[in-house]
């Protein structure tokens, strides 16, 4: 049984997303603080995390940040706030999905089954392949699901890496914004377009030198994106 993570002080929120997902199979545990949220997500073996953004102690963010630096399970926030900079922000910092209250239990319960059925493809498909991408410096790693550039590891969040392998596995094909959108994330969202423009400049930071200059993800204006091959 898959175990879920979910951190919200409001409690009636949190009574109502965990009684939804255990009816749907999961097992659910929640907290209402960040430090304590942020200790256990840490510590403890989930399958996913549901994390509001204004928590006492520990905002989402910080959380989001910290947990996104040891480990690539899928983290969906959830927040009142509408603003798209605070969706553009959590998204960027390796979130994978942003919900605004109010919202649907249905949808939420929907959001959490498909994220963890990507996730668990993704993780078999590159396993399964069992090898690397090598081009100029670059090595992807499937197996581990780790980058290299110039033999240094650099760091990717889940989306980052699953971004940049599939443009990588296409190599010298344009996407559009929306392709990729689809295919990686696979739901509606407001903020769609801006999730694909963070991603890949999160990775052009961190795999293109200088990053304002790409050497492998190319920007075909008007297009979308391409992977130098």
């Keep these: 049984m898959k175990k879920i993570l979910i951190i919200e002080d409001e409690n009636s929120i949190a009574e109502l997303e965990r009684d939804y997902l255990e009816i749907s199979g999961f097992k659910v545990e929640t907290e209402n603080c960040g430090d304590i949220g942020l200790r256990r997500a840490l510590q403890e073996d989930f399958s996913i995390i549901i994390l509001d953004l204004m928590l ?19 983290i969906l926030m959830v927040s009142a706030k509408k603003e798209d900079i605070d969706k553009i ?13 109010p919202f649907s239990p249905s949808e939420l319960v929907a959001r959490v089954k498909a994220h963890l059925s990507r996730y668990e493809r993704l993780i078999g498909n590159s396993e399964s392949k ?7 410096g ?35 094909r344009v996407f559009s914004k929306e392709e990729l959108f689809d295919r990686l994330w696979g739901m509606d969202s407001i903020g769609e377009i801006a999730t ?34």
């Design 196 to 229: 694909v423009t963070v991603h890949i400049r999160k990775i052009r930071e961190k795999i293109e030198k200088p990053a304002s200059d790409p050497q492998y993800i190319e920007t075909i204006w008007g297009a979308g994106y391409r992977f130098k091959g």
């Design 89 to 101: 922000r959590g998204l960027g910092i390796g979130a994978d999905d942003y919900v605004t209250k």
């Design 130 to 136: 069992n090898d690397e991408i090598k081009i100029r």
């Design 138 to 172: 670059l090595r992807i790693d499937r197996t581990s699901r780790r980058v290299f550039l110039n033999d240094k590891e650099v760091t990717f969040t889940t989306k980052e890496f699953d971004l940049l392998n599939y443009l990588a596995s296409n190599p010298d």
């Design 56 to 74: 006492p102690k520990i905002d989402g963010f910080e959380i989001c940040r910290q947990v996104r630096s040891k480990k690539d399970i899928p």
